[in-house]
């Protein structure tokens, strides 16, 4: 070690006695109470294997896609095929029939400007109803219009809404409207595992997240 790197070392805090807060200030270690210390070194401790667990569940859903990829890529060289768009919407399973991976895609919609068109048609529609018909409908309405907090409209409610045989020219262009305002805003793939004592008992998921990582 040179006399340069060991003024160094020696002008380095001393960490073992203090602990930095939230705010970044070093707290002496004999300020801090015994059990703010046991829930730093708990939450440290979780949190240090979590990153680990979450960086092993990352690399099992690369590989495993890695892998559904090679054996689809064979697959189609098999048959001579061509390969087209993305992989998913697919079940492999165990020769034994006791194991089974799932791929399936799922889209993310979006509503453009035609839903409020919609909706001003649907309100024409109940605003003209027996209020014994309209009352339970606005309910229905009401719910399927709303957006959570988080701006989205309540994508089910609307599918509900449209199943609805009503006979009227304003709520068919309605549920017209609706459909049209519909868009796909992207799509994600998810791997499900599912797992079974003998080819005769019920499935049962495997729980991993792998939707998060």
């Given at each position: 070690m040179?006399?340069?790197t060991?003024?160094?070392?020696?002008?380095l805090?001393?960490?073992?006695n203090f602990?930095?807060?939230?705010?970044?200030?070093h707290?002496?270690v004999?300020?801090?109470?015994?059990?703010?210390?046991?829930?730093?070194?708990l939450?440290?401790?979780?949190?240090n294997?979590?990153i680990?667990?979450s960086?092993?569940?990352a690399?099992?859903?690369?590989h495993t896609f890695?892998?559904?990829d090679?054996?689809?890529?064979?697959?189609?060289?098999?048959y001579?095929?061509k390969?087209?768009?993305?992989?998913?919407n697919?079940?492999?399973?165990s020769?034994?029939?006791c194991?089974r991976?799932i791929v399936?895609?799922q889209d993310h919609?979006d509503?453009?400007p035609?839903?409020?068109?919609?909706k001003?048609?649907?309100?024409?529609?109940?605003?003209?109803?027996a209020?014994?018909?309209?009352d339970?409908?606005k309910?229905?309405v009401?719910?399927?219009?709303d957006?959570?907090k988080?701006?989205r409209?309540?994508r089910e409610a609307?599918f509900?809404?449209?199943?609805?045989q009503i006979?009227d020219?304003r709520?068919?262009?309605?549920?017209e409207?609706?459909?049209?305002?519909?868009r796909i805003a992207g799509?994600?793939?998810?791997?499900?595992?599912y797992?079974?004592?003998?080819?005769t008992?019920?499935w049962?998921?495997?729980?991993?997240?792998?939707?998060?990582?």
């Open positions: 040179t006399t340069d060991a003024a160094t070392v020696a002008n805090p001393d960490t073992t602990m930095i807060d939230a705010k970044g200030r707290v002496p004999h300020l801090v109470s015994d059990l703010e210390k046991l829930q730093d070194q939450v440290t401790n979780v949190m294997f979590a680990s667990l960086a092993q569940i690399r099992f859903k690369t890695d892998d559904v090679t054996y689809m890529s064979l697959s189609a060289e098999k001579g095929a390969r087209r768009g993305q992989k998913g697919m079940k492999f399973q020769y034994n029939g194991m991976l399936a895609v919609l509503f453009g035609e839903l409020q068109t919609a001003a048609l649907v309100d024409e529609c109940i605003s003209e109803w209020s014994e018909a309209s339970k409908i309910k229905l009401s719910h399927a219009f957006v959570d988080a701006g409209i309540n609307l509900s809404l449209r199943r609805l006979d020219p709520w068919k262009s309605a549920m409207a609706i459909a049209d305002s519909m799509s994600k793939t998810y791997i499900r595992l797992q079974r004592a003998t080819a008992d019920d049962l998921l495997v729980p991993i997240d792998l939707a998060a990582v």
